[in-house]
């Protein structure tokens, strides 16, 4: 059958507007399939951030957590205690800080700071103990006793402030140079912290005449002059001395003089009071 010559070619044109239709429609399927696959990535990307951002924000407020338990166990050990500062019976100085032993009118003082744990403390006092008590009870020499939680700080404990303080609770009752004397007879190794035991320190006051009372138990066991003790220990940071014991004879440090003696200590002593 003859088509005649216009529709010869037609079958062909038509083929080609087949396979164009085709080519588009494979475009812009795959165009789909690509914008599909970004919008994917895209909600991927934006889980990923808010997780990244959340483990950040955990890690922040871990790292603020730990932060503050180290600052809260270092304030503990910086010789600060919480409540009123409470000074002992006729304590000295600035915040009372200072517990004298010997004549108000004495011309020269002796100014001692000192921790009961401290074993150089233990060494300075068995050495100059009865040079100190025979300057004292002759009026020729007032000793200020200072004292402070340097071990607490360096070996961990609380022997050091207990002891201070039962020592406070000891000039209440007016025994603290006896009692003072007691403790560091009966001093522990550095590395035991059996002062931090109350029990223990009432036990030693049996050992001074008259000290073991309900008062002084009670003052002990309530730690009523703990922050007194901190304050102390402040005052002795603020002051810069490098350890324990410090030994100042009228505001000059004589136990960094390594030529030091008990006798050339009574002797400037006796020079001290001619000259004034």
């Known amino acids: 059958m003859d088509l005649g010559p216009g529709r010869r070619g037609a079958p062909p044109r038509f083929v080609l507007r087949s396979v164009s239709e085709k080519n588009r429609e494979g475009k812009r399927t795959a165009r789909e399939r690509l914008a599909v696959e970004r919008e994917k990535q895209k909600t991927a990307d934006r889980r990923r951030r808010t997780l990244i951002v959340g483990a950040s924000v955990v890690c922040v407020l871990g790292l603020a957590a730990v932060i503050g338990v180290v600052a809260a166990?270092?304030?503990?050990?910086?010789?600060?205690?919480?409540?009123?500062?409470?000074?002992?019976?006729?304590?000295?100085?600035?915040?009372?800080?200072?517990?004298?032993?010997?004549?108000?009118?004495?011309?020269?003082?002796?100014?001692?700071?000192?921790?009961?744990?401290?074993?150089?403390?233990?060494?300075?006092?068995?050495?100059y103990r009865p040079t100190l008590h025979e300057l004292s009870r002759s009026g020729q020499l007032k000793i200020e006793y200072h004292l402070v939680t340097l071990i607490d700080g360096n070996m961990g404990g609380t022997g050091s402030r207990n002891s201070a303080n039962a020592a406070a609770c000891a000039q209440d009752a007016g025994k603290f140079a006896e009692y003072h004397d007691v403790l560091f007879d009966n001093q522990p190794q550095e590395t035991d912290d059996a002062f931090a035991d109350n029990g223990k320190l009432i036990e030693l006051a049996g050992k001074v005449d008259g000290l073991d009372t309900p008062a002084f138990r009670g003052c002990v066991e309530d730690g009523t002059h703990h922050s007194w003790v901190g304050k102390s220990q402040e005052a002795f940071q603020?002051?810069?001395?490098?350890?324990?014991?410090?030994?100042?004879?009228?505001?000059?440090?004589?136990?960094?003089?390594?030529?030091?003696?008990?006798?050339?200590?009574k002797e400037m002593v006796r020079k001290a009071n001619q000259e004034q």
């Open 238 to 265: 603020k002051g810069g001395f490098s350890g324990t014991p410090t030994v100042l004879l009228d505001g000059k440090n004589i136990y960094q003089d390594k030529t030091m003696t008990p006798a050339k200590l």
């Open 73 to 127: 166990n270092a304030g503990k050990n910086d010789g600060k205690e919480a409540g009123p500062v409470v000074a002992p019976s006729g304590a000295l100085g600035k915040d009372g800080l200072a517990i004298p032993v010997g004549k108000e009118n004495a011309k020269s003082t002796l100014t001692v700071w000192e921790d009961f744990r401290c074993p150089a403390c233990k060494s300075f006092e068995l050495a």
